[in-house]
């Protein structure tokens, strides 16, 4: 989860009784979801969907993936969006979802939702229902290494940052070592051996 900063502007209507939301959602784009070794290959420009197509849409950030609260665990948080349109939407594309608010001083700023990729469609009435979830799916994928080991923890997660294309502004000792090369764990297991 990204934390963003918001104008004096939005923290007052947010408050208020009277603000009105906006929703537009931004599909697509050069960036493409890599999966297992698999880019989904979206290459479609941006086409934004505003409030008048973004029918509605959830977002779903759990604490946890089950009953207990383990520490480096990686949840997706998931989306569902439905967007009146007949244009395309590649497989697996990418869905980045803003909200804006009105108010008696006109529009807020848009503020990101998250980024979300298509894992599933249906089609009813004219409408596309998706169901999305973040790029964290990808950390399910083995863990490839082409470190020497053992190796520090830190030089570990820069690698795994760099396979999955994300930025953290996390710190690890550089003392902390992982001692052999696991050919059979997966990303998301290593960053909770990292945790």
Same mark, same amino acid.
């Not at 009953?67 to 520490?71: A, G, Q, V």
């Given at each position: 989860m990204q934390v963003y900063s918001t104008s004096q502007k939005y923290k007052d209507y947010i408050t208020s009784s009277n603000?009105?939301?906006e929703v537009r959602a931004i599909v697509g784009g050069k960036d493409a979801i890599i999966y297992n070794g698999v880019s989904s290959?979206?290459?479609y420009g941006l086409v934004v969907y505003g409030s008048d197509e973004v029918v509605e849409f959830t977002v779903e950030d759990m604490l946890t993936g089950g009953?207990? $609260? #383990?520490?480096g665990t990686v949840i997706p948080a998931k989306l569902n969006i439905k967007i009146k349109t007949i244009n395309p939407i590649s497989t697996n594309a990418k869905i980045a979802p803003q909200i804006r608010l009105n108010g008696p001083d006109g529009y807020t700023e848009w503020i990101p939702m998250g980024e979300f990729y298509i894992d599933?469609?249906?089609y009813s009435n004219?409408?596309?229902i998706f169901s999305c979830i973040d790029k964290l799916i990808t950390t399910e994928q083995p863990y490839v290494s082409? $470190? #020497?080991y053992p190796v520090a923890m830190s030089d570990v997660f820069k690698e795994i940052l760099d396979i999955l294309g994300i930025e953290s502004d996390a710190v690890i000792n550089s003392t902390f070592q992982i001692p052999y090369k696991d050919e059979t764990i997966s990303i998301r297991d290593m960053l909770s051996c990292i945790a």
């Open positions: 603000r009105e939301f290959g979206s290459t009953d207990e $609260l #383990t520490i599933s469609r249906s004219g409408v596309w082409n $470190l #020497t």
